[in-house]
């Protein structure tokens, strides 16, 4: 009789605030096997020069990605590509360059810069692995809604359900040169 009337018990149990800890680790888990993706969103990008603006078209695949930024009234695309090897930059007027890395691409050809190794994990709305991490906060939902990684300061303020997934609908990022604001309006993950 004292095993059956165990069997209905729950396995553990969370003191108050630690519930959200536990979702977090779960939300964390489920949202890092996402490694393939479709975006489309706005980006607009502040700059102590003046900012800059335009719509995101985003796919990624595992380590490979592919960013076209269409600037608004004819400022043209541009589109950057790459893997951790090799990243390329299509102007808007048809010029190729290539580097090592996409911050230096975006720097020297477009005035701003984020790191896109964080970036990937920041809009799916978990820290980048292996980074250290200061003022992680989640709501009540174990959701992430403001950290520091990487220099960055990273703020969700909305997230938007997506095929069933919670995904962040409006990111803002900035540091001390740069401030960015993400408005993603479609998300298509895949396998």
Known sequence: MLLAGCADMPYFFSAPGEIDTVAWDLRQ??????????????????????GWSATLFW?????????????????????????DDLVSLLTA????????????????????????HGLKYWIKGVPEP???TENLLLDDQGRLTDMQQSGWRISISRYSDFNGTQLPG?????NDRFKLRLVVDDWKTGS
Not at 29 to 50: F, H, M, P, Y
Not at 170 to 174: E, R
Request: glycine content about 10%.
């Open 29 to 50: 888990e489920a949202l890092n096997k996402i490694n393939t993706w479709s975006i489309k969103g706005r980006l607009a990008v502040q700059t102590g020069q003046g």
């Open 59 to 83: 796919d990624q695949k595992n380590q490979s990605y592919r960013m076209r930024f269409v600037a608004p009234l004819g400022q043209g695309t541009y589109q950057l590509q790459g893997d």
């Open 93 to 116: 007027d048809n010029k190729l360059y290539q580097a090592a890395t996409p911050e230096t691409l975006l720097l020297d050809n477009m005035g701003w810069s984020v790191p896109l």
């Open 130 to 132: 292996g980074k250290s």
């Open 170 to 174: 409006k990111l803002y990022m900035h």
